[in-house]
């Protein structure tokens, strides 16, 4: 069974910048895998922010950028707000199937 | 403007099937790259792909949930049910469905319903 690895949980002060991860157990994570980053709010549903590696939606604050680095896809937020504060999910695509990451709660402290 | 919105029952008993329904607008699931998939979260936990059913329908399935999942769709209705059978505890969840999108890129699940919550209990 593929597995999506996400840091568990970050903490970054306001006005700063934090980088996720997510990494696949089946090896590096290339732009064949289409990664794409959702923010989840306590009793929201997932909002789309990235898709395709590092494309952003028309409503994604630009302070949010996806990137791959170091065989992983990466989601860099710069000048974190109070309101980044949330969980984030990855998913990645497989020839057949998708799979969601454990999610990294992000505090902002 | 698409919206997405689920609907079913929000309790069943061990061993029965779940039926889920979403019913979407603002997009139509003959156009060329679209797709609805369904997506859950247990409790504190996080999030799992179940299912995508896609314009020309080819369906996709979580490897794990396969043997109990059946996505279908009614073009006419704007509508795309779900169902799971043989539910246990264990699949007490919230549970979203979403538009998928790859026409251009692969946008994928862009736009959300704000989920279902689905107990199971006798």
């Known amino acids: 069974q593929t597995v999506v690895t996400q840091e568990p949980s970050l903490t970054v002060s306001p006005g700063g910048t934090v980088t996720l991860t997510c990494a696949s157990s089946?090896?590096?994570?290339?732009?064949?895998?289409?990664p794409a980053w959702f923010q989840q709010k306590p009793g929201r549903a997932p909002r789309a922010l990235i898709y395709s590696v590092s494309n952003k939606h028309s409503w994604t604050p630009t302070r949010f950028s996806g990137s791959l680095l170091g065989g992983k896809a990466a989601l860099t937020l710069s000048d974190v707000q109070p309101e980044d504060e949330a969980e984030y999910y990855c998913l990645l695509y497989f020839v057949d199937s998708q799979v969601f990451g454990g999610g990294t709660k992000l505090t902002v402290l | 403007q698409i919206t997405v919105m689920e609907s079913g029952p929000t309790v069943v008993k061990p061993t029965q099937t779940l039926t889920l329904t979403c019913t979407f607008s603002g997009f139509s699931l003959t156009t060329s790259g679209v797709g609805v998939g369904w997506i859950r979260q247990s409790p504190g936990k996080a999030l799992e792909w179940l299912a995508l059913i896609y314009w020309d329908d080819d369906k996709r399935y979580s490897p794990s949930l396969k043997t109990r999942l059946t996505i279908t769709k009614d073009t006419s209705k704007n509508q795309v049910v779900l169902t799971m059978t043989d539910m246990d505890p264990v699949d007490t969840a919230t549970y979203f469905c979403?538009?998928?999108?790859?026409?251009?890129?692969?946008?994928?699940?862009?736009?959300w319903g704000q989920g279902t919550l689905v107990t199971v209990s006798s």
């Open positions: 089946t090896g590096p994570v290339t732009s064949g895998y289409y």
């Open positions: 979403a538009h998928h999108d790859t026409r251009d890129y692969v946008k994928g699940y862009n736009f």
